[in-house]
């Protein structure tokens, strides 16, 4: 069973904005590091961004970089990415995953969600 689950995935035409949600299943993530990463069909999983425990600390792929924005609510368990001015190659599923250490490696992270899907049309 999964710890994470993510949500409001869709299409999208290029410039637009959608907003992904990731809900805990079964336990609180409020002290891990989170993150998000995608992947598009033939590629490898690419980091997007991540956040630590606490909110205060965010880094970026340089391909997003000042076009999304990670957030998180620990007291309702729920991990954010404002994604705005989306282009065709951000077209992936999108995974939201926890780590106690946090990283940009998905090696570093043991808690996975299932991936909802993000499609960016010309």
């Known amino acids: 069973q999964a710890h994470l689950v993510e949500s409001g995935g869709g299409q999208v035409q290029a410039g637009g904005s959608l907003r992904l949600s990731c809900t805990a299943s079964?336990?609180?993530?409020?002290?891990?590091?989170m993150a998000w990463f995608r992947q598009a069909p033939g590629k490898e999983r690419e980091f997007v961004a991540t956040i630590s425990w606490g909110g205060g600390a965010t880094y970026y792929a340089d391909s997003v970089k000042g076009r999304f924005t990670i957030s998180r609510d620990n007291a309702n368990n729920i991990l954010y990415l404002q994604m705005n001015n989306l282009k065709p190659e951000d077209t992936a599923v999108y995974f939201c995953?926890?780590?106690?250490?946090?990283?940009?490696?998905?090696?570093?992270?043991?808690?996975w969600g299932q991936g909802t899907q993000v499609t960016v049309s010309s």
């Open positions: 995953a926890a780590s106690e250490h946090g990283g940009v490696g998905h090696h570093e992270y043991e808690h």
């Open positions: 079964g336990r609180t993530f409020s002290t891990y590091a």
